[in-house]
């Protein structure tokens, strides 16, 4: 780890003398290394903050703390199940950082749809009949939200 980080400031160093005359390349396993673990820290930060965002954006607009915290559970727990179905199911061995991207936009459909679903849950209380038996609300509403909720998570 030292040894990377090492490699790395003197990598800057390199960059840094604006000769024209020469140029470097720097190259090891351990700088190879170094630069991942550094970059993946920095994206990871930049996840759990889009989360957290989500998150508070959800609460204040579903009024509620429970229902935006389970939708972004699920959004977690589809990860591992999803990878291994595509590493052990689908027996795919790659996997790239670009893979890593695909949790921001899941975080960004989760959220959608449960605008969809709470918006759908508040018509419902505009029939009167709906507002008596919650299970013929809860049906209700999750077929006035279903379709659309396809659509977004489709597209």
């Known amino acids: 780890r030292e040894y990377g980080a090492f490699l790395y400031d003197f990598y800057l160093s390199l960059e840094n003398r604006h000769d024209d ?24 930060l ?10 508070a954006y959800m609460t ?6 429970i229902v935006p915290l389970v939708g972004m559970y699920q959004v977690l727990l589809a990860f591992p199940l999803g990878y291994f179905v595509y590493r052990v199911i689908f027996q795919i061995s790659y996997f790239s950082e670009i893979h890593i991207i695909g949790i921001f ?8 749809d449960t605008f969809v679903y709470i918006d759908a849950w508040r018509q419902s209380l505009q029939h009167e009949p709906l507002r008596e038996n919650l299970l ?6 999750y077929r006035r939200a279903a379709n659309a909720m396809f659509v977004t998570t489709l597209t």
Do not use: C, M, N, P
């Not at 390349?25 to 994206?43: G, H, I, T």
């Not at 930049?46 to 998150?55: E, H, M, P, R």
């Not at 013929?136 to 509403?141: A, F, L, P, Q």
């Open 46 to 55: 930049w996840a759990i903050g889009s989360f957290t965002f989500v998150l």
């Open 136 to 141: 013929h609300r809860v049906s209700w509403t």
């Open 21 to 44: 005359e020469i140029e470097a390349f720097l190259w090891s396993v351990e700088f190879q290394s170094y630069l991942a673990w550094k970059y993946a820290f920095r994206d990871a």
């Open 60 to 65: 204040l607009h579903t009024q509620s703390f």
């Open 105 to 112: 936009l899941a975080i960004g459909i989760a959220a959608d």
